[in-house]
């Protein structure tokens, strides 16, 4: 079992920055891949990042390439996601969520988190 809590949401300006935490329990942790995904009111949820247990494979969505790192620190149980050159079509609810296979596909994951509010906006 892995609990997962994501934190570090909130309100920014068109090109800041904010920087997602995702916090996890359970000691078999570092062996979970861990993705991001987000959805924004009215539409589907959407995949952002992805990367694997030990950091070497990381995936993005074409949308947030270049802007978007996603890293992970096993010794801390925890997994991030540095967002720049924020947009207002960022605004969304972001999710991390862990599984032991690769994927981009948000229904192969097996554990999710609460989401943390994101609002890009002047």
């Known amino acids: 079992q892995v609990q997962l809590v994501e934190s570090g949401g909130g309100l920014v300006q068109p090109g800041g920055s904010l920087r997602l935490s995702c916090a996890a329990s359970?000691?078999?942790?570092?062996?979970?891949?861990v993705g991001w995904f987000r959805q924004a009111p009215g539409k589907e949820r959407e995949f952002v990042a992805t990367?694997?247990?030990?950091?070497?494979?990381?995936y993005y969505a074409d949308s947030v390439k270049g802007r978007f790192t996603i890293s992970r620190e096993n010794a801390k149980n925890t997994v991030y996601l540095q967002m720049n050159s924020l947009k207002p079509e960022d605004t969304a609810v972001y999710y991390c969520?862990?599984?032991?296979?690769?994927?981009?596909?948000?229904?192969?994951?097996?554990?999710w988190g609460q989401g943390t509010q994101v609002t890009v906006s002047s």
């Open positions: 969520a862990a599984d032991r296979t690769y994927s981009t596909y948000g229904a192969r994951y097996d554990y």
């Open positions: 359970g000691r078999t942790f570092s062996t979970y891949v």
């Open positions: 990367i694997g247990w030990n950091s070497g494979r990381t």
